[in-house]
């Protein structure tokens, strides 16, 4: 059982609607990051937050817009996607937030998002 | 910049076959190393671990040992079972990078 709880599993919108993905980790980590995975390829890093702060952004497009409102909950709010955003996006979580150490990140289960 | 290098897949084995999946890397700093497997439909889950040279993550049957002249941390395990069969990430970090840094993935494919 993964200690990554994300919601919900599988996601279909279309270009035009809003909807945000969740993602809850209670094992006290302070550093939690939003992965995106296309098949048959290793996950792409989107974004980073340290403390409930962002601190890494990967150039990702502004329809993607990450929010953390407390230490254990990350959220990723999405708004115009286009059909090449379909991926299984990935949450993360680790316990050095600076960067530091050499602590594992863990992962949820994801969710699937289709754009139609 | 720093790098993973996997083999190729598909791997494709009988049951009860002895597994090695090659990884090898590149670093600008000391890494951690990290294996991960990915199971049909399912995220990352962290396999094993090694923080530094010489030594040897293990879990579940699965074993890598970080070898730091050779640049490696190949995955081996003695007797490979059907419920193997996933999808075998090798994954490095650098401390004072919150990034993980991936290869490109190793489809084992485990048949009875």
């Known amino acids: 059982d993964t200690e990554v709880t994300q919601t919900p599993k599988h996601l279909v919108m279309g270009m035009t609607n809003k909807k945000s993905l969740k993602c809850e980790q209670h094992m006290g980590h302070r550093a939690m990051y939003w992965y995106k995975q296309k098949a048959k390829k290793p996950p792409e890093l989107m974004f980073v937050y340290s403390y409930e702060k962002l601190s890494i952004n990967e150039s990702v497009p502004s329809r993607f817009s990450p929010e953390c409102p407390n230490s254990s909950l990350l959220n990723l709010h999405l708004h115009a996607l286009q059909p090449e955003d379909s991926a299984l996006y990935l949450c993360?979580?680790?316990?050095?937030?600076?960067?530091?150490?050499?602590?594992?990140?863990?992962f949820g289960d994801g969710t699937r998002l289709s754009i139609l | 910049g720093d790098s993973v290098t996997q083999m190729e897949g598909p791997v494709t084995l009988s049951e009860e076959a002895f597994l090695t999946i090659n990884c090898t890397y590149t670093?600008?700093?000391?890494?951690?190393l990290f294996w991960y497997v990915q199971y049909p439909g399912e995220g990352l889950q962290l396999l094993l671990k090694a923080t530094k040279a010489d030594d040897k993550g293990s879990n579940k049957g699965f074993e890598a040992t970080y070898r730091k002249e050779t640049t490696s941390f190949h995955l081996e395990k003695g007797s490979v079972q059907v419920s193997d069969s996933a999808v075998y990430f090798c994954?490095?970090?650098?401390?004072?990078?919150?990034?993980?840094?991936f290869g490109s993935g190793t489809r084992l494919q485990v048949q009875p």
């Open positions: 670093a600008t700093g000391y890494p951690s």
């Open positions: 994954a490095l970090k650098v401390a004072g990078r919150r990034a993980l840094t």
């Open positions: 993360a979580s680790s316990q050095a937030p600076g960067g530091e150490g050499n602590q594992p990140q863990h």
